[in-house]
C-alpha cells in the first residue's frame, strides 16, 4: 500500500511539473475551477469580486483565495 502511495504522489509531481499552473486565467478557465457558470464569473466580476487585470484575464491568486475555506 504504501509503495501505491509513493508511485501516486510521483505521479501528481511529474504531472504538475509538467503542467504548470497559469498565473492568470479567462473568465471561463476561472469558473470551471470554481464550479461555476461563466455568467456568474462575469457578474462577480462586475460586482468587484473579482479584478481583471490589463490583459482581461484573472490573477490566479484571486481563483486560490476565493476558494479558501472562510
Known sequence: ???E???AAKA???YAERH???CQVTITQ???MLGLSRHTVSKMVRAG???LNKCGLIPVEQIDAA???V
Open 1 to 3: 500500500m504504501n509503495n
Open 5 to 7: 502511495l509513493t508511485i
Open 12 to 14: 501528481v509531481q511529474l
Open 20 to 22: 504548470p499552473r497559469p
Open 30 to 32: 476561472a469558473a470551471e
Open 49 to 51: 469580486q473579482f479584478r
Open 67 to 69: 476558494l479558501q475555506p
